[in-house]
C-alpha cells in the first residue's frame, strides 16, 4: 500500500463522514419537533423504555454489519444524551 | 400533533439511526485497513494535523446543514478515538 492508497483510503472516509454528518442533522431537525410536542403535552425529556429498545435493535444492527455491537450503543447513548440536553432546553424555554 | 405522530417520526429516526450504524460498520472497515498499514509503515496511530483538518471540514459541513458544529466536533472526536485505540491494538499485536 502507497501513500497514494491512504489518501485515497482518507478520501472515502471523509465520504463516509460527510453522510453522517448530514443524517445527524436531518435527526436533530426530527428531534427537535419531538422536543416541541412533548413540552406540549408536558412529557419528560427521556422516556427509558424507548431509549432500551433503541440500544437492543441496533446492536443487532451492528452485529449484522459486524460493528462492534458495545461501540454502537456507546454512539447512540452519546445522540441521545445530546437530544434530552435539546429537550431540557425546549422544556426550559 | 398525536401519538401516532409521534410514533411516525420516531420510525424515521430509527431509520436515521440504521444508515448511521451501516456508515460506522463501514467507516471502521477502511479504518481497520489504514491501522495495518500504519503497523507495516511504523507510522503513529494517531495523526494531529489530519484530525484537525477533518475536523474544520466537518464543522463547515455542520453549519451548512444547520447541524451544531461543536456536536459535530464531539462526534468526530468520538469516532476518532476510538479509531486510534483500534491502531493502538493493532500496532501492539
Redesign the interface.
Given at each position: 500500500?502507497t501513500d497514494e492508497?491512504?489518501l485515497q483510503?482518507?478520501k472515502?472516509?471523509?465520504n463516509?463522514?460527510?453522510?453522517?454528518?448530514?443524517?445527524?442533522?436531518?435527526?436533530?431537525?426530527?428531534?427537535k419537533?419531538?422536543g416541541e410536542?412533548k413540552k406540549?403535552n408536558q412529557l419528560p425529556p427521556a422516556d427509558k423504555s424507548?431509549e432500551g429498545r433503541?440500544i437492543e435493535?441496533?446492536r443487532k444492527?451492528?452485529e449484522g454489519?459486524?460493528?462492534?455491537p458495545d461501540?454502537?450503543e456507546?454512539?447512540?447513548r452519546?445522540?441521545i444524551d445530546?437530544v434530552i440536553h435539546h429537550h431540557e432546553e425546549i422544556r426550559d424555554s
Open positions: 500500500m492508497t491512504l483510503f482518507r472515502s472516509i471523509d463516509l463522514d460527510a453522510c453522517m454528518v448530514h443524517l445527524l442533522a436531518e435527526r436533530f431537525r426530527l428531534t419537533q419531538v410536542y406540549k424507548r433503541q435493535r441496533l444492527l451492528a454489519a459486524e460493528l462492534d461501540f454502537a456507546k454512539f447512540i452519546f445522540v445530546e
